[in-house]
């Protein structure tokens, strides 16, 4: 038989491949050994061992790992309480989600014999006096909990072709290639042995089911090999009736064996774990019986502690808290632990019921396209922000290039913006045929530049487009006072910039054209969709004629139930924009919440202002004192002249450490078409050239808690710490 152990390095899975490789098993071995590389130079030397290092959590980074497999004996896991204390999530995602990922895996490629580790924490504060299998699982620890879940989760997947068994070890003793002392037998010997002395927590009379670690590894050889009538779909308590036995009697054997030992019985950590097992069923089953008790584990134990005189049993190493602390501290391109258990995303959609019934009423009553709730959301969004008339359409490039059509912009026509935005603003005068002229940008803001604004002013200039990065307003005066001048209208990409102001007047009411986007991401969401605000009310019969291809009426003033058949007469040539009756109807619910979305924005914003405030290697984002900012994204820059890692190799420890980031943006003018097609050159734009290459943006949407973002804030440091250069 072909077995993978994950786990196959730890202090059980060690002993188990070294078992099934003596019975003429071929053993896959998965693990990191984070713990030391002892187990792993024992094993490479064993015929018939294959050793694949990697986490249990990352089973997609070892495709082949399951090929030919017979059987999987899973051990990996967060083991003991104290470790999965660290962090729930942690623990959660390796003991459960982890464990059921790789049985699906095991499933779908047909291997039938599934072994758990579980433990038999499971039964915490036990219900009865004895406990066995049948009694109910009562775990009052994060361990416990979390190997419950996966047990019942596994059990569920039972079936003809899936046979799940469950091994729920009693607490394990003796010496192993990976080597513990955080463990009750091995502990109290080494602190009686190099201490002189045995500390017993919580009173000392809660009951412990023991088990040395090689008889916990033949019994899982057995559960292993087993016929499937004997164990398919069970759960068997591995230990032997006589290893149940009180911690303060405990402590009294381990003292007898090493004279001088002074116990104290401390009270100052109630212990709720309490349970007296019974280990019938794997002995009636199977003819298991144990071969080690208690006292042969203190003695072996000792005398290995005894032969080693230089080890410190109490270095990290050795115990697992220690060692998972230092990981967490450790960058995970460096082998640590990541800081987030779960992927923090940089954005996502903030949805609800509201959204779900809004779209399916919208679906059921046939109006898929134009509809009436159309002109609900345009009205309600004119509210908001205080704007004489607006236009729903499909996409903020959409509103920008209506915008940019009813403003008199041809081809050979110039339009000045800013070179650090999303392609769509470029691309869509590009696509024009219009030339696209840029500013420099604001170090502070990303901005664009009103300095060098009127030097990039020709006879050929028909419009100046600025855009409000991550939702900072631009310097919106000086800009008008310079369009004024020239006579030249002012379209605003405000894609990021619901919810922000300048000087007190919404982004929306401020210039001839606004044009909003609501992206999946967005401040709001309609799916896909965009939204043109308008200074002047009487240009909103002209927009509406270019959106809808021209034609003075939309589908639902042309079909709805009052509407009278007309002929159709294209009145310009004009495109397919006007947003649908489904994206609006999803539109107005999320209006009804954006104030909730503002303020949860604006919160989480101010919180890593204030706990990033004091790190050197990043600025952070001003806000202008006449402007009130939409946070639509928390961009930092980092200062590379501190750092021995560039930017994007930031990004990429900051995913490894389950954080989401982003680059907003990358200049415009450093892309393949704008240098090669244009001539543009990386020194014409120095301050967007040198931004390029140092912004970041962090996770900022209204679901991320408060956890996310101490996470988020511990990762960077973290990161930051590890690429900080000597000086």
């Known amino acids: 038989m072909r077995v993978l152990v994950t786990g196959g390095g730890g202090y059980l899975g060690s002993c188990l491949a070294r078992h099934l490789l003596a019975q003429g098993h071929a053993v896959r071995v998965l693990d990191r050994f984070c713990f030391g590389e002892a187990?792993?130079?024992?094993?490479?030397?064993?015929?018939g061992c294959e050793i694949v290092r990697g986490d249990i959590r990352r089973l997609q980074e070892h495709p082949g790992l399951l090929d030919d497999i017979d059987a999987v004996a899973h051990l990996a896991s967060l083991s003991n309480d104290p470790s999965c204390d660290l962090d729930i999530d942690m623990a959660h995602d390796i003991n459960v989600e982890s464990t059921l990922e790789l049985a699906k895996q095991a499933a779908q490629r047909g291997i039938r014999r599934f072994v758990y580790a579980s433990t038999c924490s499971v039964y915490g504060k036990g219900v009865f006096e004895i406990l066995d299998e049948a009694s109910p699982a009562h775990p009052v620890s994060t361990f416990g909990q979390t190997k419950r879940a996966a047990e019942v989760a596994l059990l569920r997947m039972a079936h003809d072709a899936f046979q799940p068994v469950i091994g729920r070890t009693a607490t394990m003793y003796g010496v192993s290639p990976r080597m513990r002392f955080d463990l009750a037998v091995n502990q109290m010997v080494a602190t009686a042995l190099r201490q002189g002395q045995i500390i017993v927590r919580g009173g000392g009379n809660q009951w412990r089911p023991f088990v040395h670690v090689e008889d916990a590894a033949r019994a899982f050889c057995l559960l292993l090999e087993a016929d499937s009538a004997q164990v398919?779909?069970?759960?068997?308590?591995?230990?032997?009736d006589g290893g149940n036995c009180k911690i303060r009697d405990l402590a009294e054997r381990v003292a007898a064996h090493i004279p001088g030992t002074d116990i104290e019985v401390a009270r100052d950590d109630d212990d709720l774990r309490d349970f007296n097992v019974r280990f019938e069923k794997l002995r009636e089953t199977l003819g298991f019986h144990c071969e080690q008790h208690?006292?042969?584990?203190?003695?072996?134990?000792?005398?290995?502690?005894?032969?080693?005189?230089?080890?410190?049993?109490?270095?990290?190493?050795?115990?697992?808290?220690?060692?998972?602390?230092?990981?967490r501290a450790k960058p995970v391109r460096e082998g640590g632990e990541p800081v987030a258990a779960r992927f923090i995303p940089l954005s996502k959609p903030s949805l609800g019921e509201e959204e779900e019934e809004a779209l399916l009423d919208a679906l059921r009553s046939g109006w898929l396209t134009s509809g009436p709730q159309v002109p609900a959301f345009e009205k309600a969004f004119a509210a908001t922000v205080a704007a004489p008339e607006t236009l729903a359409v499909v996409s903020c490039t959409a509103a920008l290039h209506l915008s940019l059509v009813d403003a008199g912009v041809r081809p050979g026509d110039e339009v000045i913006t800013a070179p650090i935005t999303w392609a769509s603003t470029g691309n869509t005068l590009l696509n024009m045929g219009a030339k696209v002229v840029f500013t420099d940008v604001e170090p502070d803001t990303m901005n664009m530049d009103p300095a060098s604004l009127e030097a990039c002013i020709t006879e050929r200039t028909r419009a100046i487009m600025p855009v409000h990065m991550a939702g900072q307003p631009c310097r919106l005066d000086e800009i008008h006072a310079i369009a004024a001048k020239h006579n030249l209208p002012v379209v605003e990409d405000a894609a990021h910039a619901l919810g922000a102001a300048y000087k007190g007047r919404p982004i929306g009411a401020c210039s001839e054209y606004t044009c909003f986007s609501f992206y999946a991401i967005k401040n709001?969401?309609?799916?896909?969709?965009?939204?043109?605000?308008?200074?002047?009310?009487?240009?909103?019969?002209r927009l509406r004629i270019l959106a809808t291809n021209g034609m003075a009426a939309t589908a639902w003033e042309r079909y709805g139930r009052s509407a009278v058949p007309t002929p159709l007469e294209v009145v310009e040539p004009g495109f397919k924009y006007m947003m649908g009756n489904v994206?609006?109807?999803?539109?107005?619910?999320?209006?009804?919440?954006?104030?909730?979305?503002k303020a949860a924005r604006k919160r989480l914003a101010e919180m890593y202002l204030a706990v990033l405030q004091d790190v050197e290697e990043i600025e952070l984002p001003t806000v202008q004192p006449e402007s009130e900012h939409a946070w639509h994204l928390f961009v930092i820059r980092l200062k590379p002249e501190l750092l021995t890692r560039s930017r994007d190799e930031i990004a990429y420890d900051l995913r490894q450490e389950n954080i989401g980031t982003g680059v907003h943006f990358y200049g415009l003018h450093l892309h393949q078409y704008y240098r090669e097609s244009l001539g543009m050159q990386p020194e014409d734009y120095p301050v967007a050239t040198a931004l390029s290459k140092q912004i970041l943006s962090l996770p900022l949407h209204p679901q991320l808690s408060d956890k996310d973002v101490n996470e988020v804030v511990a990762a960077l440091k973290k990161t930051l710490a590890h690429a900080r250069k000597r000086r």
């Open 524 to 541: 709001i969401t309609t799916m896909e969709g965009g939204m043109i605000t308008l200074k002047d009310p009487e240009r909103i019969r």
């Open 294 to 327: 208690i006292d042969d584990g203190i003695e072996e134990v000792a005398a290995w502690l005894r032969d080693q005189p230089d080890v410190d049993p109490f270095d990290p190493a050795y115990f697992n808290v220690s060692r998972m602390k230092q990981l």
């Open 39 to 47: 187990p792993l130079e024992a094993l490479q030397a064993a015929p």
């Open 583 to 597: 994206s609006a109807a999803m539109g107005l619910q999320q209006l009804k919440k954006f104030g909730e979305f």
């Open 232 to 240: 398919a779909g069970s759960i068997f308590n591995v230990g032997q």
